[in-house]
């Protein structure tokens, strides 16, 4: 970076030495305001702190003739989206490519978020402005890993940044588990949601009982959507193969199961509340799970112990007369069944469907967050037709040249620097693992921005001019991959929008990336 101004002591030594103009009585500081010699040193002190914060200011001001830094950023949900914010807010030459697998941005914005959580959505609406800056674009249907090589973004840009996600799901590791009627909840989530890869999934929703493994919040938005009636979702953006399977599903029961107890779910008091207040159905809680909860809570955090109390009282407190009324009128049930551990999926007679799932009993060691299950020797079987593993997503590693680590499935970093690799970066949940909500990677990539910032502001970063995509560009057309840009998304977008218009729904996805692609006349 270079300096478009002198040094203050530069000008202050000027100012002191320069010929007063014709007509002009000398003065101390080269100022008319001062005439004695204490309030010219006073003056003098005055400026060079005021030339000081104005050279401050111009330091971070590049030279004209010095290249724009080229960035490359790979993946375009929140992560990818809020470290792509950052660096072109924070610096004002910067320009940043966003690579994409799919022909569609905004990740889990679009594919994870519930239908019925709209708001949640309008995030979108910021990303939208980062992607038309004349400095950001998009770069649609590149599979970095198999398209491009990492090494080749990294030949091509000053700096790359990981931000790809969690697109894996941790396995039950159990007897049973390839069954068919046995489903991962991220890919059942994929499949409402109109993911590509997911759109052939067809689970079989004839069975009267469901259990889903996992107390997070994905946990209970499968389950929400499991019981919500019908026509409640007509008008989201939920996929209309989905809203026509749902439509004749059978499920009546669903368990949710964690290996743990109330004071360790992982949901939300919001997701919570959206369940016990879902119409048509009714919270079925065993109120011995929560014997001696009500004297423990009380030196929980805040927003723990309110979760707890909301769980507390719909256990063991008599519902009001119009609570009562909804729920003997409701012909839908759902459950959390606490201290079991999923230890067999069990099959029907002929092997080819679920019948059910044996579970361990468990019990605590350890208080808090830090209690640990483990299985008491006893075990029960509970009925069902369907089961949804919700334990956790998984990252995987993305290119051989990338150090990652297996067993956290994460990219090794250091506040978002990858270990021993110069120049590249991660954020989100490839950086600290699948937690938190989209303000936590918020937080999280705007932080990874800032390392970068700073490494490139201390020449730590390659100097000499990088080619950027147009490097890449040459790369992926050689090799028959034709990128998909934002206008291309924004058509999509359009047609998406007028196809769910006819049914008032927001939208009607497009499932089938050859007919995106054929939409865009490709």
């Not at 939300?268 to 959206?274: A, G, M, P, S, Y």
Request: proline letters at 8%; one cysteine or more.
């Amino acid at each position: 970076m270079a300096l478009r101004c002198w040094p203050w002591w530069h000008w202050s030594a000027w100012r002191r030495t320069r010929p007063p103009p014709a007509g002009r009585t000398p003065t101390f500081g080269g100022s008319d305001e001062v005439g004695d010699l204490a309030n010219a040193k006073a003056l003098r002190k005055k400026r060079r702190v005021q030339m000081g914060v104005k050279l401050e200011k111009l330091q971070l001001l590049p030279d004209a003739h010095e290249q724009p830094p080229q960035i490359c950023v790979v993946g375009s949900g929140p992560a990818g989206f809020y470290t792509a914010q950052h660096l072109l807010k924070h610096h004002p030459r910067a320009h940043v490519d966003i690579y994409e697998k799919q022909l569609v941005p905004f990740g889990l914005v679009r594919f994870g978020v519930a239908p019925d959580h709209p708001e949640v959505k309008n995030v979108i609406n910021t990303f939208t402005q980062t992607a038309r800056s004349d400095r950001c674009a998009f770069r649609g249907n590149v599979v970095v890993g198999r398209d491009v090589a990492v090494s080749e973004l990294q030949a091509a840009y000053h700096a790359v940044v990981l931000s790809y996600g969690a697109e894996d799901h941790q396995a039950l590791e159990i007897p049973g588990e390839e069954l068919p009627g046995v489903f991962s909840a991220r890919a059942f989530v994929g499949w409402y949601n109109g993911l590509p890869e997911n759109r052939e999934l067809a689970p079989d929703l004839s069975y009267d009982t469901a259990v889903i493994l996992g107390q997070g919040n994905v946990a209970l938005d499968v389950a929400r959507i499991l019981l919500t009636p019908p026509e409640h979702l007509e008008k989201t953006d939920i996929t209309e193969a989905a809203l026509g399977v749902l439509r004749q599903s059978r499920v009546k029961t669903v368990w949710i199961v964690g290996r743990r107890g109330p004071l360790q779910v992982a949901f939300t008091i919001k997701e919570l509340r959206e369940m016990i207040q879902l119409p048509g159905t009714r919270p079925m809680l065993d109120p011995a799970d929560f014997l001696g909860l009500q004297d423990r809570i009380k030196e929980v955090p805040r927003q723990r112990k309110r979760l707890t109390e909301l769980l507390l009282r719909t256990a063991t407190e008599k519902p009001g007369v119009e609570e009562a009324a909804r729920r003997a009128l409701a012909s839908r049930t759902w459950g959390l069944r606490f201290f079991r551990s999923p230890q067999q999926v069990l099959s029907s007679p002929d092997g080819r469907q679920v019948a059910g799932i044996r579970l361990a009993v468990t019990r605590l060691e350890g208080v808090g967050e830090a209690a640990r299950a483990v299985p008491t020797g006893d075990a029960e079987d509970l009925p069902c037709g369907l089961v949804l593993s919700s334990v956790g997503y998984k990252s995987r590693p993305i290119d051989p040249s990338v150090p990652f680590d297996p067993k956290r499935g994460v990219i090794p970093n250091m506040e978002g620097r990858v270990v021993d690799v110069p120049g590249l970066y991660c954020s989100g949940w490839v950086k600290r693992g699948p937690t938190g909500v989209i303000a936590t990677t918020m937080t999280d990539s705007f932080l990874t921005g800032q390392m970068l910032l700073q490494d490139l502001k201390a020449g730590l970063l390659p100097s000499g001019p990088r080619p950027g995509y147009a490097a890449i560009e040459a790369l992926l057309s050689s090799r028959g991959v034709r990128p998909v840009s934002f206008l291309d998304w924004e058509k999509l977008d359009a047609e998406e929008v007028s196809r769910g218009k006819g049914a008032g729904k927001p939208r009607e996805k497009l499932l089938d990336p050859q007919e995106m692609l054929r939409l865009l006349g490709r």
